[in-house]
């Protein structure tokens, strides 16, 4: 297996992390988007992640005799603009499909929780299909704890989805 390197994102890796999320837009219920974004879309998210000091990072796949390559991505997003809620976050974690089931998800979530309590949150909350059992399991093993269940709010691939809502609440430990 090639090396694979966990490291903040910078600009350029917006088509990369592009391509696997529309990838997970157009083959899961992951997001419930229904189309795919455009590079613009998220180079304007990247500036917006970096005008908050919202962190962002890329899982880096350096082989040997080819180019490097972003294989997964993760971040931190603004949950709401009210300004009381400015201690809570939302995350995003997202693996290229054929690099998923070999921890890269812990990988790139670690430094998400640390970001987190560098920058002073207080919680990060997970939306998650109910049925995704892969992102389920990750984010309870990083202490992430079931906080409610939304029934049939989302609709996608012609049938309704629950959605999971998953909280981490930051301690000095971590
Ligand atoms: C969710 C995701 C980020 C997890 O990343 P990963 O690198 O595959 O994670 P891991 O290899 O650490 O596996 C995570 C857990 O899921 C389990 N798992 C893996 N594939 C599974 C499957 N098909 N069914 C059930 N569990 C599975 C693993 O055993 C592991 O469980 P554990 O933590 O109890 O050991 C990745 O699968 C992904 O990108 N999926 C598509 C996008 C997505 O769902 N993003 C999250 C949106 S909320």
């Known amino acids: 297996m090639n090396p694979i390197v966990i490291r903040p994102a910078v600009r350029s890796d917006c088509p990369g992390i592009l ?21 613009q879309h998220r180079l304007d998210w990247f500036d917006a992640h970096e005008r ?4 962002v990072f890329v899982a880096e796949e350096r082989p040997k005799d080819a180019g490097p390559r972003i294989v997964g991505w993760s971040a931190l997003n603004r949950y ?7 201690f809570t976050a939302e995350n995003s ?13 812990g990988r790139l979530l ?3 929780i640390l970001a987190a309590r560098g920058r002073g949150l207080h ?18 093993r990083f202490g992430f704890e079931r906080a409610g269940l939304f029934r049939e709010v989302g609709f996608k691939f012609g049938r309704w ?14």
């Open 52 to 55: 908050d000091r919202m962190p």
């Open 123 to 140: 919680v990060i909350i997970a939306v998650i299909d109910a049925a995704n059992e892969p992102s389920l399991r990750l984010h309870a």
């Open 110 to 112: 670690e430094p998400l």
């Open 161 to 174: 989805l629950d959605v999971a809502y998953l909280l981490r609440r930051l301690e000095p430990s971590d």
């Open 93 to 105: 974690v997202y693996v290229a499909e054929d690099f998923r089931g070999r921890g890269l998800g």
């Open 19 to 39: 391509d696997i999320y529309n990838d997970a837009v157009l083959k899961t219920t992951a997001s419930y988007d229904e189309e795919p974004r455009s590079l």
């Open 80 to 86: 709401h603009d009210r300004a009381g809620y400015r």
